[in-house]
């Protein structure tokens, strides 16, 4: 008779074993997934500051000749207009056109 409560009582302790041993490698693999992900996040944080530090030092881009030009040429005139505008103290009169 005691052979037989002591075998059922084996087998509950078995099945608890066997039980917690699966837990056990179910969670060295999910730790071991976060730790590539915990990883490849930290690698990515790194490549994502490497380029913004690149865009920050960046030269600039060269601006082309023509573009160049124009540029130069739109300042001239927008300091030619600004010297023949009248100043603000005097008061244009009604007959004036307003431009």
């Known amino acids: 008779m005691g052979c037989c409560e002591s075998r059922l ?18 969670l060295v693999a999910e730790r071991q997934a976060f730790a590539a992900f915990h990883s490849l996040y930290l690698r990515s944080l790194r490549s994502t500051g490497a380029a ?3 865009f920050a030092n960046a030269v600039p881009i060269p601006v082309h000749s023509t ?11 927008t300091t030619t207009t600004a010297a023949a505008a009248p100043s603000a103290s005097t008061s244009p ?7």
Request: aromatic share 6%; glycine share 0%; net charge positive.
């Open 9 to 26: 009582e084996r087998e509950e302790i078995v099945a608890r074993c066997k039980a917690r041993r699966r837990y056990m490698k179910h």
């Open 52 to 54: 913004l530090l690149q």
């Open 67 to 77: 573009t160049a030009a124009a540029a130069a040429s739109s300042s001239a005139t």
């Open 93 to 99: 009169s009604f007959n004036e056109p307003i431009l």
